[in-house]
């Protein structure tokens, strides 16, 4: 059975202040969720436990260095949030699930299918 996880990324967009109301805010209501709740806040601000990965659309990374992040984060004990999407061009032809197929098929084919046990994949269209 797969585990229910929700997930907030900030990115660099908040202050230490408002990250911490934010955190702060979210931990008032743990009680009433049922899942389990990432946030991602600014990097900076991050204890290191787990790694966003995310293909950056606007520094053209591809798959491959998408997989490179993946296997760095294994390598350095933290649990990849491994997010995956296609850009609103890419599903308005029809081709998200090649998209998302091709970003995933390269991750296992840098660390192996195995180095899923640890890796959280996040839908995430761009």
Known sequence: MRQVIVAGNWKMNASKETVNTLIMGILSGMAEVDSTVIVCAPSPYMSQVEALI???????????????KVQAALDNDLKPL???????EEREVGNM???VSRQIQ???????IGAFKD????????
């Open 54 to 68: 995310t293909h950056s659309q606007l520094h053209g990374e591809t798959d491959e260095v998408v997989a490179d």
């Open 97 to 99: 699930e090649a998209v």
């Open 119 to 126: 890796v959280i994949i996040a839908y995430e269209p761009v």
């Open 82 to 88: 491994f997010c995956i999407g296609e850009t609103l």
């Open 106 to 112: 390269a991750v296992i084919d840098r660390v192996g």
